[in-house]
């Protein structure tokens, strides 16, 4: 049964007061058990893929960063689409119940093709020898990694929102957020760590057999509550109305535009404060333009087809999504070179990663470097840098959040910069030891000398992620909060496709003058002058996004003159925006 909403889509009284049985913080244990569950279970098979792919299904390196590539873009744009369909359409409490079940269902699948021996091609002893994978395996493999893709954005795109609809205005929402980074961070801790443990000393069938009980943990977890949970109607996708205005700016494309805006020739939204619309893109202005009131309205004042007149607020709304994409866009190399780890793998795996002589770190449990990396930033900076400048500057300091994009994008240049410096002399001593048609070989060098890529790479994150989510929030209407969240998400989503791209492209250019530079063997390739392309790509990035700081002008709340304008004239922000 769903709840009723009110026509803003917030909860009706009865539910708050009258109805005490439904919601509230009880529910909050399930839903972050379902996302811890998924999450464990999902970042532990993606962190050691590359390592199943190139061992159980013979695939060359190249290729197998591509797959995993593109799986990743899959898993982050699926969350969108989900945002959209439990918004508009279904609504958030049966697109996470679907979500789960579709997600333990491609566990499944991916668990056959290590339970099943004809669902994987053959390998000889060791790994050495495989042949290549039939179309029936290879689509087998494609489904089940599809099925996780699209189970993972039914869950991940409402659950934050689904856990906030649990709790009245009485309820402190900022608690549940909290819980849901702390979740988020502990689950991906336990999954590169503990799941990448299993995979590598107990074998496949038992490293995916446990993700496939933790997903089944979460579908259990979600629905032991659902008597309990405050499920809300869907209502109109805020995607939608930026659709409309697309849509309408085409219709109208072939009308004038009036000299001088005024408030008699477009569309006003009642209670709107905007009563005329901006002067830049003004081509999208034709959207919100009454071009025949009495064709173009009802008798009450709405719009008869709201895909050939849009409301001056959708049409501005459309606009500031439009001005912060060029800024975001500036984040997809950084993640092109964030998701170098399934490489970073192979690069450990021919490395001593002994801590003791009866110890060794899984190759894919590097990672959790980048993790705590992040985290200790984070607090570094909030606890020890911010005070100490203030302290010495006398009043509140701040860095500006396009410096702190910008600091985060030298970041990610120099974790490229590290790698091919580590990898070069990685490869030098394997040629010494003998080693160069041994890519299985594990060379005396240490592997912690791939930390400087994760601990850069951690704090490429904390500057860069962190600044673009409150870039978009605060420069984007509080209306568009949601797609605020997967605006600053998109880098990620179409850093993977990018990564992809370039990856295949200098297989494919390398490859013709002999030993391709991601060659399956990385003895005999040249990942150091791969890495060396990232970190120059990753400078024209930067330069990038110096020209997009210019182009965009001051942040929202991100300068002296605003602050001042605001009241706030003794706080200092480090920016010149």
């Not at 001005?323 to 975001?328: Q, S």
């Not at 005396?444 to 904390?462: K, R």
Request: net charge negative.
């Amino acid at each position: 049964m769903e709840t009723p909403t009110d026509e803003h889509g917030k909860l009706s009284e009865p539910f708050l007061t009258s109805s005490p049985s439904k919601g509230g913080f009880r529910t909050l244990p399930f839903i972050l058990a379902m996302e811890a569950f998924e999450r464990v279970a999902i970042v532990g098979i993606t962190t050691n893929m590359i390592v199943y792919l190139t061992g159980e299904f013979g695939m060359e390196t190249a290729t197998a960063a591509n797959v995993i590539f593109v799986w990743s873009a899959a898993t982050g744009f699926t969350p969108i689409i989900g945002a959209f369909i439990a918004d508009s359409y279904m609504g958030k409490y049966p697109m996470i119940g679907i979500g789960t079940i579709i997600g333990f269902l491609g566990m499944i699948l991916l668990w056959s093709t290590a339970m099943i021996p004809q669902a994987r091609p053959y390998c000889g002893q060791f790994n050495t020898i495989c042949e290549a994978p039939t179309i029936p395996q290879l689509v087998l493999l494609y489904f089940s990694l599809g099925l996780i893709s699209i189970g993972a954005g039914g869950i991940r795109s409402p659950f934050m929102a689904f856990g906030v609809d649990q709790l009245d205005e009485r309820n402190n929402s900022h608690s549940f957020f909290n819980w849901c980074y702390v979740t988020l961070m502990f689950s991906s801790l336990v999954a590169v760590t503990l799941i990448v443990y299993i995979q590598d000393n107990m074998g496949w069938k038992m490293g995916l057999g446990v993700p496939v009980m933790l997903m089944f943990l979460s579908a259990v977890s979600f629905f032991l509550a659902s008597s309990f949970y405050i499920k809300l109607k869907p209502k109109a996708s805020l995607l939608t109305g930026l659709a409309q205005v697309i849509v309408a700016s085409f219709k109208n494309r072939h009308i004038e535009l009036p000299s001088h805006a005024t408030n008699e020739v477009y569309y006003v939204r009642e209670g709107s404060m905007l009563q005329v619309p901006s002067e830049k893109l003004r081509f999208l202005n034709k959207a919100c333009m009454i071009k025949n009131p009495q064709e173009d309205l009802t008798s009450k004042g709405n719009a008869s087809n709201p895909w050939s007149l849009c409301t001056i607020d959708q049409v501005e709304d459309l606009k500031a999504l439009i001005r912060v994409m060029p800024l975001c866009s500036a984040g997809i190399i950084l993640s092109v070179t964030v998701n170098q780890g399934s490489l970073m793998v192979i690069q450990a795996g021919t490395m001593d990663r002994h801590v003791t002589s009866n110890f060794e770190i899984p190759a894919a449990s590097f990672s959790l470097f980048m993790m705590i990396s992040v985290v200790v930033w984070i607090a570094f900076y909030d606890q020890i840098v911010l005070p100490l400048a203030s302290k010495i500057k006398g009043k509140p300091v701040r860095l500006g959040l396009k410096q702190r994009m910008g600091i985060g994008l030298l970041c990610s240049c120099a974790s490229m910069v590290a790698s091919a410096f580590v990898e070069c002399t990685r490869r030098k001593i394997a040629t010494e030891e003998g080693f160069s048609d041994e890519p299985q070989a594990v060379v005396h060098m240490s592997a912690l000398w791939v930390l400087p890529f994760y601990v850069l790479a951690g704090l490429s994150e904390a500057f860069n992620a962190i600044a673009l989510i409150e870039f978009c929030y605060s420069n984007l209407p509080k209306t568009m909060s949601t797609i605020a969240a997967n605006v600053s998400g998109l880098g990620g989503f179409t850093g993977n496709l990018v990564a992809s791209l370039i990856t295949s492209m200098v297989d494919n250019v390398t490859k013709k003058g002999g030993e391709s530079w991601v060659s399956s063997n990385m003895n005999k390739g040249h990942y150091d002058y791969y890495y060396c392309l990232l970190a120059g790509l990753s400078m024209l990035n930067f330069v990038y996004f110096l020209v997009c700081c210019k182009a965009h002008g001051p942040c929202h709340g991100d300068n002296e003159n605003e602050a001042e304008n605001s009241g706030l004239g003794d706080h200092e922000s480090i920016d010149d925006c």
